[in-house]
């Protein structure tokens, strides 16, 4: 299992267990992570479940052009750390990754 932590838009920090294989977005949801409403169920069209990334200790997978591309229509404005939490696969080298949820 991997830990990965998400601060909800409210401000609380949530510690989760994660698979390695499934994407960050599954681990949260179903860990009930509040804020991430994954419209699409992960097709990388909605932007539902975009995070800023606070903190990757280990790095994380670089973005393809799909991610880019549907981040640059999202209702919050891309920054240098906003990543589409379906399009990580939890693995070994992001354990330990802090993700600020910003909510719809
Ligand atoms: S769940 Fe829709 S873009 Fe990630």
New binding site residues.
């Given amino acids: 299992m991997t830990k990965l932590i998400f601060i909800e838009p409210s401000g609380n920090r949530r510690e989760i267990e994660a698979t390695p294989g499934e994407s960050v977005?599954q681990a949260a949801t179903v860990a009930g992570v509040e804020g991430i409403?994954?419209?699409?169920?992960?097709?990388?069209?909605?932007?539902?479940?975009?995070c800023l990334v606070i903190e990757a200790p280990g790095g994380l997978p670089a973005m393809e052009s799909a991610e880019t591309d549907?981040l640059e229509f999202t209702a919050e404005e891309m920054r240098d750390n906003s990543r589409?939490?379906?399009?990580i696969a939890v693995s070994d080298q992001i354990a330990g990754t802090v993700f600020q949820v910003m909510g719809g």
């Fill in positions: 977005m409403d994954a419209e699409c169920g992960g097709s990388c069209m909605c932007a539902t479940c975009h549907t589409l939490t379906c399009q």
